[in-house]
């Protein structure tokens, strides 16, 4: 083979060697290596096991040695770990200093102004285009305030309605015995308005010709005066004042004793002053066709003679009449039967100008005092009329429809921080019978400036601890139709994260005072935020005192607690009954009002549901807005209290407090029904949750709030929310199925007031029980003493009676 260019001896390059030339030995290649290892014979064999097992013996045994010796110098207890954690304490709570910067914005009076012209250039009944057209307004206004959100949520539900195209429309009529008509109530102010036709909603349609038959306010004991006394009711029409009782509890009475229709009227005696009589009045001249000529008391704050009041009077409240217990939503199912949740007869409502042209003639028996009015009339009780009249028929004619109508609900929120499940709720209304300043336009101002003052702090970085809801409902004077059924389709979440409910209802209805409605858990937070703003409603020395020192000096004082100011509880017809009365949630209202003392026998300020309730009418209450802008104040450092607060404000004392002083007003018959045994189980329950709640309040105003953490705090929160639910019954109810709150709920057989026991509440003067309805008065105790033991079982979760506070 050619060595190209291979020389011997030459250093070869690896670029230039030829493959071909190198060579390679192998020849020691396929011999293995020999490698010596001194131990590899010594651990062989026989001699090798028994050295391994020496080995590993020795060092079980040091192992031994070691973890002994180690032993000695141990503690006696178990040390854990070090764990690095990280502390939080609270990141927010309340701050008077935000409390004043929102009470500082509050000095646009321009803005209730533009508010009550804006609501009361219109009549607003519910599923209406004007109505519509507000809460439009109020949406397309909020979206520029940058909530959160702002939603509006729809219902479909069945309102009722006068029958415009009815010929005669809805009326009182006076008849001759040649069945002319004699007389006809006017159905509203010179017939300006016959969009507003006289109406008590949800009434039944019908036509009646018959006698008439006074029956004053239509209460149980009224009734029984008339039946001892042997006056025919059956089949009669029924006249009946407004006042004392619910306008739908007297037509619901009226119906059991057989009446063929039921005419409402508001007596001067329940709507005027009390020397309405001696000063000469509407009653007191009559025009060309015998009625009561009015007087023009338009600058007066008492009814005139030609207004006529308004009402629903449906019987039971559980929203829309068609969807109870649900959500009227587009496309679920509609009851076809209302189940005699409303009146089966025709009721009208009349002015007291109309009542006296119906009550001058009147035969019949004389009545007692109590049964007497201020109309210059005898107030006798019929039936029918004395001659020569006696041939003379009253007809009552009430035409209306039952219409599916969509009502808006207009929601804005502020999400919390740090407790965005729980949720704070302010709410109003917008729709009324009338023009509806006072009811429902100072509400509305009063709602429109609040929103914005939480809207400007919200808008410089500050966010609430707990989540803010601002809330308008529709078809609240339809038995609060537009809170139910928000409530329905939030029920869960309202029910575990509802911290309160802050009612905004007839807020300027007087000048002379300050007056509240809640839950007793709200007491204290109440009267804290009166105490943050000063009194404006009097010229003088006046203003150096508080909203706080008035309410004090001027209101009633509280039977429970002397030395403070009477707080009422919740009214039963109100837009926070379904948040207070079915979900258990902790509610209050507040307003300035009239001389509740003075004028104690007024269920309302006079032109409440009537067209007299214009924009004079307020501004001759507070022609300054001053009462205004100190609500807004006062709401400003509750909402703030409420949803800022690191420990919800409640004062658990409050209840104990209540119930003892409810115990001591059940009736002696309805304790001796009960028996002794069940006696003693409400006392007990009744004097364990007490001391519960004495050292659960304790503790909560001894802590040392710097050392809490955000988790205690939440704990603490949640105990404070479902307190008030351990009083909520899923079952029915003896009284009012609708109603779940056995601790309160309004009266059996009055809607307006409000009772604590509902159960073991029973009408005055009842005849004896019979041994079915002791046996459901007994049950009624139990699920009693049940929800007051589980109140109790909430204070006293998680730590013991001698658990330090620090422990908790």
């Known amino acids: 083979m050619p ?62 040695i070691v973890g002994y010796l180690i032993r000695r110098n141990v503690h006696n207890v178990f040390i854990a770990p070090k764990v690095k954690q990280k502390y939080v304490g609270i990141q927010q709570d309340y701050d008077p200093d935000i409390r004043d910067e929102l009470q500082a914005r509050v000095t646009h009076v321009g803005n209730f102004e533009d508010s009550l012209h804006m609501l009361t250039k219109q009549i607003r009944m519910s599923g209406t285009c004007n109505a519509v057209a507000i809460l439009n307004y109020i949406k397309d206004w909020w979206e520029t305030f940058n909530f959160d959100s702002v939603t509006v949520k729809n219902y479909t539900v069945l309102l009722s309605y006068p029958n415009y195209t009815a010929f005669g429309g809805n009326h009182v009529a006076l008849r001759g015995e040649d069945n ?9 102010n010179s017939n300006l308005h016959p969009d507003l036709l006289p109406l008590s909603a949800y009434s039944h349609s019908g036509n009646v010709v018959s006698d008439i038959v006074y029956c004053n306010y239509g209460h149980r004991t009224d009734y029984k005066w ?36 039921v005419i409402l009227y508001p007596d001067p005696a329940d709507y005027c002053s009390p020397d309405f009589q001696s000063s000469g009045s509407a009653h007191s001249t009559e025009d060309k066709n015998g009625s009561a000529a009015a007087v023009d008391t338009s600058t007066s704050w008492w009814l005139r003679g030609d207004m006529v009041h308004s009402e629903h009077v449906r019987y039971w409240l559980t929203g829309d009449p068609a969807t109870p217990d ?76 039952f219409l599916a109508r969509e009502i808006d609900q207009v929601i804005a929120i502020i999400r919390g921080k740090y407790e965005k499940d729980h949720y704070v709720v302010v709410g109003t209304h917008t729709d009324s019978w009338g023009y509806g300043a006072v009811d429902a336009g100072t509400s509305y101002a009063v709602m429109m400036d609040l929103a914005r003052t939480f809207h400007d702090q919200f808008n410089k970085g500050w966010r609430p601890r707990r989540t803010i809801i601002f809330a308008f409902w529709d078809a609240s004077k339809y038995g609060h139709v537009g809170a139910y059924e928000w409530t329905q389709e939030f029920e ?30 709200l007491y204290d937070v109440i009267m804290q935020a009166s105490k943050s703003v000063s009194w404006h409603g009097d010229e003088g020395d006046r203003k150096e005192q508080t909203v706080y020192d008035i309410w004090r000096e001027r209101g009633r004082r509280s039977a429970d607690m002397p030395d403070k100011p009477w707080i009422n509880n919740p009214s039963g017809d109100g837009d926070h009954s379904p948040f207070f009365y079915r979900l258990g949630m902790s509610s209050l209202l507040t307003a300035f009002t009239y001389d509740t003392k003075k004028y104690s026998y007024l269920a309302d300020y006079p032109a409440h549901n009537t067209l007299q309730d214009n924009m004079q009418y307020v501004l001759n209450i507070d022609p300054g807005y001053t009462l205004h802008s100190a609500l807004v104040q006062i709401l400003c450092d509750i909402v703030l209290r409420l949803a800022d607060s690191a420990i919800i404000p409640f004062n658990v004392d409050n209840y104990s407090n209540m119930m003892l002083k409810a115990f001591e007003r059940v009736k002696p018959d309805i304790l001796q029904n009960l ?28 802590e040392n709030r710097t050392s809490l953490r955000e988790f205690d705090v939440q704990e603490i929160n949640d105990k404070l929310i479902r307190l008030s639910r351990a ?7 003896l009284h009012y199925g609708q109603y779940r709150n056995v601790l309160m709920a309004p009266h059996p057989y009055n809607l307006n007031e409000a009772v604590t026991f509902p159960g073991l509440t029973l009408e005055e003067g009842h005849a004896p029980l019979k041994e079915f309805q002791v046996v459901r008065l007994q049950r009624e105790l139990i699920i009693l003493v049940v929800a007051i033991r589980r109140a109790t079982d909430i ?5 013991g009676p001698d658990m330090p506070r620090s422990e908790f």
């Not at 014979?41 to 192992?63: N, P, Y």
């Not at 002319?180 to 509203?188: A, D, H, Q, R």
């Not at 802050?502 to 005072?513: E, H, T």
């Open 226 to 261: 008339l039946l001892d006394n042997g006056v025919k009711m059956d089949g009669l029409i029924h006249l009946i004042r407004y006042g004392k009782i619910h306008a739908s509890n007297k037509v619901k009475l009226a119906e059991e004793h057989g009446a063929a229709g």
């Open 326 to 401: 649900y959500p009227a939503l587009s496309n679920v199912p509609r009851s076809a039967s209302l189940n005699g949740s409303q009146p089966r007869i025709p009721v009208l409502p009349i002015s007291y100008n109309d009542a006296y042209t119906l009550m001058r003639n009147m035969g019949g028996t004389s009545t007692p005092s109590n049964f007497h009015g201020n109309l210059n009339v005898s107030y006798n009780t019929g039936p029918g009329f004395s001659a020569p009249k006696e041939k003379q028929k009253v007809e009552l004619s009430v035409n209306n429809v």
């Open 727 to 733: 009083f909520v019954y899923d079952g029915n109810l």
């Open 675 to 702: 028996g002794s045994d069940n006696v003693y189980l409400l006392k007990y329950a009744i004097s364990n949750f007490s001391q519960a709640a004495e050292k659960f309040q304790a503790m909560l105003d001894a």
């Open 3 to 64: 060595s190209r260019g291979y020389i011997a001896g030459k250093p070869v390059s690896r670029w230039e060697a030829d493959s071909d030339n190198i060579d390679i030995e192998y020849k020691n290649l396929d011999k293995p290596i020999q490698q010596f290892n001194p131990c590899s014979q010594c651990l062989s064999g026989k001699k090798g096991i028994i050295i391994k097992g020496v080995i590993v013996l020795v060092i079980f045994l040091l192992g031994l």
């Open 492 to 521: 869960k979440q309202l029910s575990s994260g509802g911290v309160a409910y802050i009612d905004i209802d007839c807020a300027i209805r007087g000048n002379y005072s300050f007056y509240a409605e809640a839950n007793p858990l």
């Open 795 to 799: 204070l006293l979760d998680d730590f």
């Open 180 to 188: 002319s008509i004699l007389f006809e109530t006017k159905i509203n």
